[in-house]
């Protein structure tokens, strides 16, 4: 792993910067405001009379009009707070006189002035007297030695006459082991900053940093190649109900691989017909594996001892009705009545008024053979027609056709009314105009299945044979260890089946499916 790649150091720029960020707000919140502090805000200064100087015409109506000094007054509200960390009290202001803060006006002078205070701070109201310092002189306004608890705070509405709105305001005062500050206010329409403007460059930075980070990683292909690429040619072969799964895991594999040299050719006519495809190349073979994989729904047949087998999945399958057949659950003892031959009308279970036909696939399928051993426990009848739809057997108890893929069987069971047939789950949830059946009650379901809370029996594990163990560096070896533990098992979740390398995978691919 290259520890200093581009994405790398952008990554670990952008944690330092968060942890430097949230330990410097932490000492902040914890230390810096540990000092006894007012502040102030003038959230009011406007004129209300007309004297041509600040050259805007004010409406005036009444006392404003008539009484004297009001030709040039203003109105100013001053906000006072104790925005520290703790509380004031009266001994905390150090001030020579009786007052504990000043404020200066510059060259407007004090008509009067009015205090408003929040109703569940009322009692501050009786520190506003002359006798404790309350007192205003030209443009000088003494204000008592209010005490004030941690975010309280009290108002004065003060009343100018002279000078200009927007004149300097000073608010002045000691306070022992703390002081007094101006505080920004936001004017009447003015909208207050939703975030501190710290709070908005550490936003934006680290914003800038997932950016880049996300742009190199997207720019990038940093997926890592399979383990051991490897050129060549190789024929995945067997299973039409897997061959799905084949085709987009070959695909992916030369996809990250980028071999121009490396070609995989999925050539499938079903579990059988692959594995004596194998057996006969390497019969042939003078020396070493044939570059041939079989895929097979379920174990290989008996006599063949040099075919060695990887459990790759656990395959999920499923009995589907045509739409007009109406059921949606079929016993296991009804679905062995209707494959011996011994029910020729869906009305005889419940159904419609509709003839059997039987869709199977062929003898070569891992599908059919798997049908046969987990839910008949015997063969089926004997094949009467050719194309589904006509009995070429007068003696047969009614018809049954043969296909040679599981793409054919959905497509017929989904156009001929009365048809039942078998398929891979994934597939078959796909199809349109067909309907998958629930066995004895239980659903097909990999996920079930998975969990141990199902015994849903229609299901296999998915076996790929060599022939004889494929050199650790061939193209075989290489696919069959990418299919099975590596990226392939994602390809094949996707498809519906299980992959044998998972957690769960492993306990139902140690044993045969029950």
């Known amino acids: 792993m290259q520890w200093l790649s581009a994405e790398n150091l952008v990554a670990v720029c952008t944690a330092l910067l968060g942890i430097v960020a949230s330990a410097v707000m932490v000492w902040y919140e914890r230390r810096v405001p540990r000092r006894k502090r007012i502040g102030y805000r003038v959230q009011l200064d406007t004129p209300i009379g007309d004297d041509g100087q600040s050259g805007r015409t004010h409406r005036r109506l009444g006392w404003f009009d008539t009484a004297a000094g009001m030709t040039d007054a203003s109105m100013v509200l001053l906000r006072i707070e104790n925005d520290g960390s703790q509380g004031i009290g009266r001994d905390d202001y150090l001030g020579p006189g009786s007052h504990g803060l000043t404020v200066e006006f510059g060259r407007r002078t004090i008509l009067g002035v009015s205090v408003t205070q929040?109703?569940?701070?009322?009692?501050?109201?009786?520190?506003?007297?002359?006798?404790?310092?309350?007192?205003?002189?030209?443009?000088?306004?003494?204000?008592?030695?209010?005490?004030?608890?941690?975010?309280?705070?009290?108002?004065?509405?003060?009343?100018?006459?002279?000078?200009?709105?927007?004149?300097?305001?000073?608010?002045?005062?000691?306070?022992?082991?703390?002081?007094v500050h101006r505080n920004r206010s936001a004017t009447p329409d003015e909208k207050a900053p939703l975030f501190s403007r710290a709070a908005r460059l550490i936003t934006i930075t680290l914003t800038l940093c997932v950016i880049a980070l996300a742009v190199i990683v997207v720019a990038q292909d940093d997926s890592p190649p399979p383990i051991g690429c490897e050129s060549g040619t190789l024929t995945l072969t067997g299973s039409t109900a897997f061959a799905p799964v084949l085709r987009e895991v070959a695909e992916k594999y030369e996809r990250d691989c980028e071999d121009e040299d490396t070609d995989i050719v999925v050539d499938a006519h079903?579990?059988?017909?692959?594995?004596?495809?194998?057996?006969?190349?390497?019969a042939k073979a003078k020396q070493g594996s044939p570059a041939i994989v079989?895929?097979?729904?379920?174990?290989?047949?008996?006599?063949l001892p040099r075919l060695r087998e990887n459990r790759v999945a656990v395959s999920v399958f499923a009995l589907v009705v045509n739409e007009r057949v109406g059921l949606r659950n079929l016993s296991t003892a009804d679905v062995r009545s209707l494959y011996r031959g011994e029910v020729a009308n869906w009305r005889e279970l419940g159904g419609p008024d509709l003839p059997v036909r039987l869709v199977s696939r062929d003898a070569n399928s891992g599908t059919r053979q798997v049908f046969q051993r987990r839910v008949l426990g015997r063969g089926e009848i004997a094949n009467s027609s050719l194309d589904c739809l006509h009995k070429d057997d007068p003696t047969a108890p009614l018809i049954r056709c043969e296909l040679d893929s599981?793409?054919?069987?959905?497509?017929?069971?989904?156009?001929?009314?009365?048809?039942?047939?078998?398929?891979?789950?994934?597939?078959a949830d796909r199809a349109k105009?067909?309907?998958?059946?629930?066995?004895?009650?239980?659903?097909?379901?990999?996920?079930?299945?998975?969990?141990?809370?199902?015994?849903?029996?229609?299901?296999?594990?998915?076996?790929?044979?060599?022939?004889?163990?494929?050199?650790?560096?061939?193209?075989?070896?290489s696919f069959l260890t990418y299919l099975t533990r590596g990226n392939g098992q994602d390809v094949i979740r996707t498809h519906g089946h299980l992959p044998c390398w998972t957690p769960e995978g492993l306990k139902l691919c140690a044993r045969p499916s029950p």
């Open 294 to 303: 079989a895929l097979s729904d379920g174990p290989k047949p008996s006599g």
């Open 406 to 427: 599981t793409e054919q069987v959905l497509a017929t069971v989904a156009d001929v009314p009365g048809a039942i047939g078998y398929s891979e789950l994934n597939l």
């Open 270 to 282: 079903g579990s059988t017909s692959g594995i004596r495809e194998l057996a006969a190349a390497g």
């Open 433 to 477: 105009g067909l309907r998958v059946l629930t066995l004895d009650g239980e659903p097909a379901s990999v996920d079930a299945i998975e969990n141990g809370t199902s015994s849903y029996p229609y299901r296999e594990i998915e076996y790929a044979y060599t022939y004889g163990r494929p050199p650790a560096d061939s193209l075989a070896s």
């Open 118 to 179: 929040p109703s569940e701070t009322s009692h501050l109201l009786d520190h506003f007297t002359r006798e404790r310092g309350f007192a205003y002189q030209g443009g000088t306004l003494h204000i008592p030695r209010v005490p004030l608890n941690r975010g309280a705070y009290f108002k004065l509405l003060v009343l100018l006459s002279g000078g200009h709105e927007g004149d300097e305001i000073q608010v002045s005062g000691d306070l022992s082991d703390g002081e």
